[in-house]
T-cell receptor, first 110, second 115 residues
Framework: GQQVMQIPQYQHVQEGEDFTTYCNSS?????IQWYKQRPGGHPVFLIQ?????EVKKQKRLTFQFGEAKKNSSLHITATQTTDVGTYFC??????????FGKGTKLSVIP | DVKVTQSSRYLVKRTGEKVFLECVQD?????MFWYRQDPGLGLRLIYF???????EKGDIPEGYSVSREKKERFSLILESASTNQTSMYLC??????????????FGPGTRLTVL
């Protein structure tokens, strides 16, 4: 079945440093979504990418979808303590369900 | 705003008990999902339902069953709870967009401990 690999599993950064998490799918995706889970919370939708090579920005967050629609990345510029949490990518392949990566847990040291 | 609610935030049960976890969504979504979340393993799909009375197995259905008698409600049943089912259980719902999987809205989760 479809697999979505996400790296790194953990990332510790100093406040103000940049952060990137990467996702790779074993199959071509129809769309990819990103979710954020704050400590003690539940996953919350951030954004969806659909087109090959698509790039979207939300303030300090930049999301990319690869040309082959098999990989994606989330980059945070100048991290803040409010960015702490686990970031999940989730790939869709034309069905009802999403396949989630295992997530990257981001810690920000003030 | 979409609201997904789960019956309990914390639950403690004994080995062998039958356990019911309830999930309700208020946005008339067709699809509903049950995941379990364990450290280092991410979100693993147990079951999902794309319509009333319809269900599909996810990646880890063993030891679980589900029920969807009404569109807004999706129940997860542990027929005979075991200690390895101690976990965080998350319910989610989504619309059916046709060609691709739509955004999922998650409930707050139920942390189940089986003693």
């Amino acid at each position: 079945g479809q697999q979505v690999m996400q790296i790194p599993q953990y990332q510790h950064v100093q406040e103000g440093e940049d952060f990137t998490t990467y996702c790779n799918s074993s199959t071509t995706l129809s769309n990819i979504q990103w979710y954020k889970q704050r400590p003690g919370g539940h996953p919350v939708f951030l954004i969806q990418l659909v087109k090959s090579g698509e790039v979207k920005k939300q303030k300090r967050l930049t999301f990319q979808f690869g040309e082959a629609k098999k990989n994606s990345s989330l980059h945070i510029t100048a991290t803040q303590t409010t960015d702490v949490g686990t970031y999940f990518c989730a790939g869709g392949a034309g069905s009802y369900q999403l396949t989630f990566g295992k997530g990257t847990k981001l810690s920000v040291i003030p | 705003d979409v609201k997904v609610t789960q019956s309990s935030r914390y639950l403690v049960k004994r080995t062998g008990e039958k356990v019911f976890l309830e999930c309700v969504q208020d946005m008339d979504h067709e699809n509903m999902f049950w995941y379990r979340q364990d450290p280092g393993l991410g979100l693993r799909l147990i079951y999902f339902s794309y319509d009333v009375k319809m269900k599909e197995k996810g990646d880890i259905p063993e030891g679980y069953s589900v029920s969807r008698e009404k569109k807004e409600r999706f129940s997860l049943i542990l027929e005979s709870a075991s200690t390895n089912q101690t976990s965080m259980y998350l319910c989610a719902s989504s619309l059916t967009s046709g060609r691709r999987a739509d955004t999922q809205y998650f409930g707050p989760g139920t942390r189940l401990t089986v003693l």
